[in-house]
Each structure stands twice: as structure tokens, then as C-alpha cells.
């Protein structure tokens, strides 16, 4: 259920209430002493947060894929190369 946020037509008052989509939306000022209809203000809404299994291409892989990128990956992981650093240059003397 989202966040909508109002304002007092009259006395400025902005607030946030957290109601169904299905509900209707506020008439009335929540200050006792006001009541002068409310706005209903814009949003940005809220991000959308994907959580668990299921969202990424290779969530859906088959089990005979996934093991044989596991045995690919550390088959990967034994054979190391080492790089020699690059000398650096003489300097000329004069």
C-alpha cells in the first residue's frame, strides 16, 4: 500500500497517509481548528526492490549448466599465470 501526501488548501498543513490504491481519497484538513479541503500532491513513489531467486537470466539455468560452469570455474581457479612487470628503461647519460 502506498504513501500518499496532502496539503491544506488553507492553512498550508502537509501530511502523509498510508492508504490502499482502493481507498478514496481525503477531503478534510486533519487540524481541528481547519476544515478546508485537502490536495492530494504528487509522489515519486517508492523504488522497486527485487528480493530472492528468480530475477536474474541465470536463476532460471538448468542444473546440468550450472555444474558444469562450477567445474569450469574452478578448474579456472588452479592454473594461475604470473606476469613478469615490465623493466624499466635506462636513462641515458650524457
Known sequence: MPNYDYECQKCGERFEVFQSMN???LTDCPQQACEVQVKRLLGTGGGIIFKGAGFYQTDYRSSSYQAGAKAENSSGK?????VAPAAAPKAKAE
Open 78 to 82: 588452479t592454473e594461475s599465470a604470473t
Open 23 to 25: 481507498d478514496a481519497k
